[in-house]
């Protein structure tokens, strides 16, 4: 398969050192650069590319902002001289990324995950934190979610329903077990084998029947069942 690419960084000579690293690849076929994010926009725009090689760290504007104004189903493939710690979110939407100076056979790596359907949680990934960013589709598009905008998840087969402060939800291909394992347990808390919340959106808890319990969340319409064998763990973290 051919993938159009784009590539955005504001220093020339990065640029130039990418494209030479990407030429020895048939399957990547460059059709545009930019050099900050306001000219990214509108050469998006125009090429419709599948694929964006985006730096991180630009003057203005950063590459997370022009992730956020992308309307279009890209995939990005981040290119930055960040840690792996720094942007150890990013592995949990399968977003792929580069570190500087980019080496030939990580980027070839890169390059055949392009086709590869998205793949599970990294186990020796480490912890996510309150304030890291995910990387999640939304619509026809994806953008950053901070780990402390989520309201709630709910399992839904292979697939997690996450839903957000400001009211959103979307769904990601991964099973709620591993979001559990990569939460931050000091915020977030299982109370049902379907159900994990965010327990500074707990508004109160009623108790309900079969020794079941309501939990009641703000901006939360309808209650989440709690079952017995998680109220203590609820109680012990709210304390």
Do not use: C
Not at 196 to 201: D, T
């Amino acid at each position: 398969m051919k993938w159009n690419a784009v590539i955005v960084d504001d220093e020339r000579l990065a640029r130039n050192k990418l494209r030479s690293l990407l030429a020895p690849h048939p399957q990547i076929r460059l059709v545009g650069e930019a050099d900050s994010v306001d000219s990214a926009v509108e050469i998006i725009e125009q090429t419709r590319p599948d694929v964006v090689f985006l730096d991180i760290q630009m003057p203005g504007k950063s590459g997370f902002e022009l992730v956020n104004r992308i309307i279009l189903p890209i995939k990005i493939i981040f290119v930055t001289a960040f840690d792996e710690y720094a942007i150890r979110a990013f592995e949990i939407n399968a977003l792929d990324y580069l570190l500087k100076p980019v080496n030939p056979e990580r980027l070839a790596k890169a390059i055949e995950r392009l086709d590869a359907p998205p793949t599970a949680f990294d186990k020796s990934a480490r912890p996510l934190e309150y304030d890291d960013f995910l990387f999640l589709p939304f619509g026809d598009s994806s953008r950053f979610l901070r780990v402390r905008e989520i309201k709630y998840i709910r399992a839904a087969d292979v697939y997690s329903e996450i839903f957000t402060a400001a009211g959103e939800k979307t769904l990601v291909l991964k099973p709620l077990n591993e979001w559990e394992e990569r939460l931050p347990e000091k915020h977030f808390v299982r109370i049902h084998r379907s159900t994990i919340i965010n327990i500074e959106f707990v508004e109160r808890v009623e108790k309900s029947f079969n020794y079941s319990f309501e939990v009641y969340l703000r901006g939360v319409d309808e209650s989440l069942t709690m079952s017995r064998r998680y109220a203590a763990r609820l109680k012990d973290r709210m304390n």
